[in-house]
């Protein structure tokens, strides 16, 4: 097992390449060599290298050839007229610690290979010539992609095509360009892990969406956040697909715009929809194809979602499909189902009891009353029944006189249920600075039924895994999305104050599910004796 060093300011192909001291200058210089199992390509912080680099050799599956950096410093960069790093048929490789920036086309490709991980890889401005920029397998197996950035790549930012094994875990994908371009899409591809992603398409040309699967196979997608684009999840065609306690939002552009979509492209069966934030956008989940194809759609569970602030309705099903759509949590202003009468008529996707958003907090509001041993309606109202399904099947016209379509919204309105979720309230009292942030956890005192309590939001914003920064009134504050905030006081706004002053964050919680809850953070300053300890803190400085 031999490491390489290659350093493209102090190197020179003249050197053995086997020591920092004796770095080559180059990737071609590397190129010559044969590469084996447990061998490894280092390039040095700082360096730049203005050519492709290709993979001709594979490693093992228990010794990989790696491909990584060392020294201090900005990432080493590889930029190319032509792709960053290619690689057909050299399997078992490790990609980490590099970035990928300026290149004509791929910033990596990869075909018919099996065993690559690409890890804390940055990927920029690819793709410039034209030609797809993504990071791109074919044909291939196991694939892993982690902790990585990819910004600004031309096509899709992550694409795949037949490939057996994806896993795709903490990855950053933001604004990828081009008129077709998605953050990420996979075609034709099985046994898929999307986990704990941002993915965003807010600043693009492109007049598609986010993440897009077609025709997966046995596919997680879970915990992510997605923001933007012309559509969220398309997920068009697929066996065996789970789509778990992802937040998508801002989505639009079109009228038929959703935050899941599923239908076209090839048979749907078995999907879990389930635990997701949807919301800014224009429809929830969508049901539907272009034209009228003979596809299969059934066991379609949508249950224990929140659909929050759309134009249109919580489900659309406009093509004949099997499933149900249960236990939803749906702002009052969001009719919850939007269906042609013939569809209808078909009674194969049921309706089962959702509630709104007011009634989940009711309940929440209720609980609280009564762990406190109050017992008392506060309102005197008592609990609404459910309405049953409403779809009216219109008369059909007269032959030969054009009817309109007709697509009747269904609203539901549940019991109230046992409480899942309570927030309690926080506060922060500050009365001496410190010198450093003042730290807490907005979700040690909730609890939730099932052990799950998720920071969904916290003011207006969504919070997701890069955590979330507001300037407040008096300072500013930093939230995690585990609940671990800090609040730094600035000084200069409490000039001229003094007393006590206080501000407020709201923050919404979920368990995962349908069920949510909202308190707020109260911070209060005791402004004199702040100011004094700042001053003294000022004159030890």
């Given at each position: ?481 585990d609940g671990d905030y800090s609040y730094t006081v600035d000084a200069t706004k409490l000039a001229g104050l003094s007393g006590k002053v206080s501000e407020f964050f709201q923050y919404k919680i979920s368990d995962g599910a349908s069920h949510i809850d909202a308190d707020s953070l109260s911070v209060s300053i005791n402004v004199d004796a702040f100011l004094s300890s700042h001053a003294s803190q000022m004159?030890?400085?």
């Amino acid at each position: 097992m031999t490491v390489y060093y290659v350093n493209s300011v102090t190197g020179s192909n003249n050197n053995n390449g086997t020591s920092e001291s004796s770095a080559f200058a180059t990737l071609s210089a590397v190129e010559t060599l044969r590469l084996n199992p447990g061998d490894s390509v280092l390039l040095a912080a700082g360096s730049v290298f203005n050519e492709q680099f290709d993979l001709k050799y594979s490693g093992s599956v228990s010794a990989p050839i790696t491909i990584g950096s060392y020294g201090i410093g900005d990432a080493p960069v590889i930029r190319s007229s032509n792709d960053g790093i290619h690689g057909s048929k050299a399997s078992n490789i490790v990609i980490e610690n590099i970035k990928i920036a300026d290149t004509g086309a791929n910033a990596i490709y990869a075909g018919n290979v099996s065993n690559w991980t690409v890890r804390n890889v940055e990927v920029s401005n690819t793709g410039l010539s034209g030609k797809p920029g993504s990071v791109s397998f074919q044909s291939s197996q196991n694939i892993t992609i982690e902790n990585s950035t990819l910004t600004g790549v031309r096509s899709d930012g992550i694409w795949m095509d037949k490939v057996n094994g994806v896993t795709l875990i903490n990855n950053t994908v933001t604004n990828s360009l081009g008129s077709a371009a998605d953050a990420i899409q996979l075609n034709d591809s099985s046994n898929i892990l999307i986990a704990d992603n941002h993915l965003e398409q807010t600043a693009t040309n492109s007049a598609k969406g986010v993440l897009v699967l077609i025709r997966a196979t046995n596919a997680v997608v879970e915990g992510n956040t997605l923001v933007g684009g012309g559509f969220g999840l398309s997920a068009q065609g697929g066996t065996n697909i789970a789509i778990h306690d992802n937040d998508i939002s801002g989505y639009g552009g079109y009228s038929w715009s959703y935050g899941i979509g599923l239908g076209d492209q090839g048979d749907a069966k078995n999907y879990d929809i389930s635990g997701n934030y949807l919301h800014d956008g224009v429809y929830g989940v969508l049901v539907s194809a272009v034209g009228n194809p003979s596809y299969i759609r059934e066991n379609i569970a949508v249950h224990d979602n929140v659909f929050d602030e759309l134009s249109s309705s919580a489900l659309k099903v406009d093509k004949p499909a099997s499933g149900s759509f249960y236990n939803n949590v749906i702002d009052s202003d969001i009719s919850i189902l939007t269906m042609p009468a013939t569809i209808a008529a078909q009674n194969t996707f049921s309706i089962g009891v959702n509630k709104t958003l007011e009634q989940a907090q009711a309940e929440l509001d209720g609980a609280a009353g009564g762990a406190s041993g109050d017992t008392s309606s506060s309102n005197g109202q008592t609990p609404a029944t459910p309405v049953p399904e409403n779809i009216d099947v219109p008369t059909p016209p007269l032959v030969g006189a054009p009817g309109p379509s007709v697509e009747t919204p269904v609203v539901t309105v549940p019991a109230v249920a046992v409480p899942k979720i309570v927030a309690v309230h926080d506060s922060l009292k500050i009365s001496a600075d410190t010198g450093s942030a003042y730290h807490g956890n907005l979700l040690e005192n909730d609890h939730a039924s099932n052990g799950t309590v998720l920071l969904r939001r916290f003011g207006d914003s969504a919070v997701d895994k890069h955590g979330l920064t507001l300037t407040g009134k008096y300072g500013v504050i930093h939230v995690e999305s585990d609940g671990d905030y800090s609040y730094t006081v600035d000084a200069t706004k409490l000039a001229g104050l003094s007393g006590k002053v206080s501000e407020f964050f709201q923050y919404k919680i979920s368990d995962g599910a349908s069920h949510i809850d909202a308190d707020s953070l109260s911070v209060s300053i005791n402004v004199d004796a702040f100011l004094s300890s700042h001053a003294s803190q000022m004159l030890l400085a």
